[in-house]
């Protein structure tokens, strides 16, 4: 069941489905998980541990570049701010795996090159880091 995402056919419901998965992993990772009324806030979901929240925007590819896959976070091509969200969730579908990584780390770019097979790699450090949800 863990790459049935790869099958949805249409981004937005890819999206929702990703979003949903998101909940799951975190709640299972002990982490309130909310979710905003409405389409306004920059931010797809907030965490919540100990009192601290932090603002959480999904994001799920498909799209392979030789051995990685590219994740786009900009909407129509707008980086997000740091005032706007705190982390980027990065989900590969095919790979079943999360990046979890700082809003700061992306620099205002518009794509992450993820790159799961890789032990070291520019985001490898945030491969499954769902601890930097808790600090």
């Not at 969200?85 to 990584?101: G, Q």
Request: hydrophobic share 35%; net charge positive.
């Amino acid at each position: 069941m863990k790459n049935q995402g790869m099958y949805i056919r249409h981004p937005k419901a890819r999206g929702e489905w990703a979003e949903m998965r998101f909940m799951i992993v975190a709640t299972e990772k002990r982490l309130c998980v909310t979710k905003p009324w409405g389409e306004i806030a920059p931010f797809d979901l907030a965490t919540e541990y100990r009192g601290r929240f932090k603002r959480v925007q999904v994001k799920c590819t498909l799209c392979k570049r030789r051995n990685s896959y590219v994740c786009c976070i900009a909407p129509n091509r707008t980086p997000y701010r740091v005032d706007q969200i705190d982390f980027i969730a990065a989900f590969v579908i095919p790979t079943d795996t999360w990046y979890i990584i700082p809003i700061r780390a992306t620099h205002g770019q518009n794509a992450l090159v993820l790159s799961p097979h890789l032990e070291e790699s520019k985001y490898s450090k945030y491969r499954e880091a769902w601890h930097l949800l808790k600090g």
